[in-house]
């Protein structure tokens, strides 16, 4: 902020309006002298609070677009790694203990309640002998976010894949 008189800078947080000549201009304090010094009108106490405050997205998703499209999870995977534990007759904690895991994120896992990122999945396909990452191309993945929408639920693509 400058002077409009002089062009002096004038402090942002407390520029001083100054009457002169009929007009209420910000001013340098040297330049106020001219004038008569006007109050600062008070400060409207709301107008400001929501400013630059957009609502958050916060919509997450598990699924990597453009960056990574070739593979992802796939859409059982808590099914196929309990199958494929439970046939190898471990314990949560068994696998747990193979992958360096605490049981809890085994179980969660299990129950779908967490989706294992890129590094847990490898873990899992290794200790398991599974394959849980699937190609996808980008038309396939969109249809599949779309539809994830619906009523197409974890529990319905296990319902129908165990019949
Ligand atoms: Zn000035």
Known sequence: MECEICGK???????????????????????SKLGTVQKAPPKPKY??????KKPANTRKRNYSRNDEPSEELIEDFSFEVRKAREAKDWSRED???????????IT???????TPDTKLTKKLEKALNIKLLEKV??????????????ERTLGNIMKIKRK
């Not at 947080?13 to 304090?29: D, H, L, T």
């Not at 969660?108 to 309640?113: F, L, V």
């Not at 191309?137 to 619906?150: C, E, P, R």
């Open 95 to 105: 696998l747990g203990r193979k992958i360096n895991e605490r049981v809890s994120v």
């Open 137 to 150: 191309d980008n038309v396939d993945l969109n249809q599949f976010i779309n539809s994830s929408s619906g």
């Open 9 to 31: 800078p004038v402090p942002e947080n407390n520029p001083i309006r100054a009457k002169i000549e009929g007009s209420v201009m910000v001013v340098c304090k040297e330049c």
């Open 47 to 52: 107008v400001k609070q929501n400013k630059g």
């Open 108 to 114: 969660r896992i299990e129950t779908g309640k967490m």
